[in-house]
C-alpha cells in the first residue's frame, strides 16, 4: 500500500496519509472532524467513515477530539486492531501533542498529576478531582516564546506526553497549571479563546510496534502552528 493523498468526491474530503501498509494506515486528521460517528445524521461524517469509504477493512482503535489535529491509527484487520488495543492498554504506545499555551510557562519541564472526573452538570466538560477523579499524569516541555504579535497575547507554544490517557486529560491539565490552550472553547479564558479560531493543540507524534512485523515504527504530523 503507497503512502499518498486520497480523495473521495463522493465525500467532498481529503484523507492525508502519513503512513500506510497492508495491516494499517496513519491518517493526519483535521481540526474540526470527528474521529467516529456521533450521534444524529448530521454527525456523521468523520475520519472514520471517510476511511471504510475507501478502505472497507478500516477499524477505530483509538481517536482525537473533534478539535484536535494530527495523528489517528487506523488498523485493516481485526488481528491490528487486536494487537494494537493491547499496546494501547498497557501503554506502550508512545504519543506527543504540540499546544500553544496562554501565558509564560517558566518552569522548562515538568510533570503535571492531578486526579480527572467527568463534570456530569456540563459534559462533556472534564475536571480535577482529588477524592474520586482517576489518577492523570501529563509531562510537559517548553519548545518556545512566543511574544504577543498575530495573536495579541504572550503564549507558550509545548510539547506534551500524556502519560495516561484520560479525556481531555492535555486540555484540562493545562489549564489547571494555569496555562490554557489556545482556542479551547471548554476551558480557556476569554483572551486565550480569541486568540485562534481553532484548538491550538495537534498530535505530532506516535510510535508503537507494528503488530504484524515486530519494527519498532514512529509517524510523524509537524503542527501547522
Given amino acids: 500500500m503507497e503512502n499518498n493523498q486520497l480523495s473521495d468526491n463522493n465525500l467532498n474530503s ?5 503512513y500506510a501498509d497492508d495491516d494499517l494506515i496513519a491518517f493526519n486528521k483535521p481540526s474540526g ?14 475520519l472514520m467513515s471517510r476511511a471504510i469509504a475507501l478502505y472497507p477493512n478500516s477499524r477505530s482503535v483509538h481517536r482525537l477530539d473533534m ?20 499496546q494501547f492498554q498497557n501503554r506502550s504506545i508512545q504519543k506527543t501533542y504540540t ?3 496562554e501565558g509564560r510557562v517558566e ?35 517548553v519548545d518556545r516564546y512566543i511574544d504577543s504579535g498575530k495573536n495579541k497575547i504572550s503564549s507558550t507554544r509545548v510539547i506534551l506526553t500524556p502519560i495516561t490517557g484520560r479525556s481531555h486529560q492535555l486540555r484540562v491539565h493545562m489549564q489547571a497549571l494555569g ?10 479564558s476569554d483572551a486565550a479563546l480569541v486568540a485562534s479560531n481553532r ?22 504530523s509537524p503542527p501547522e502552528f
Fill in 14 to 18: 481529503t484523507l492525508n496519509v502519513l
Fill in 33 to 46: 472532524l470527528l474521529s467516529v460517528p456521533g450521534k444524529g445524521p448530521d454527525k456523521q461524517d468523520c
Fill in 67 to 86: 478539535a484536535t489535529s494530527g495523528i489517528i491509527l487506523v488498523p485493516q484487520s481485526h488481528y491490528c486492531l487486536s494487537e494494537l488495543s493491547k
Fill in 99 to 101: 499546544a500553544i499555551v
Fill in 107 to 141: 518552569n522548562a519541564s515538568g510533570i503535571i498529576d492531578l486526579p480527572l472526573i467527568c463534570d456530569w452538570p456540563n459534559r462533556p466538560k472534564q475536571m480535577v478531582c482529588h477524592t474520586r477523579g482517576k489518577p492523570s499524569q501529563t509531562y510537559y516541555e
Fill in 179 to 188: 496555562h490554557c490552550i489556545l482556542g479551547d472553547n471548554f476551558y480557556a
Fill in 199 to 220: 484548538l491550538l493543540l495537534h498530535a505530532t507524534s506516535i510510535a508503537f510496534t507494528h503488530p504484524v512485523s515486530g519494527k519498532a515504527i514512529e509517524v510523524f
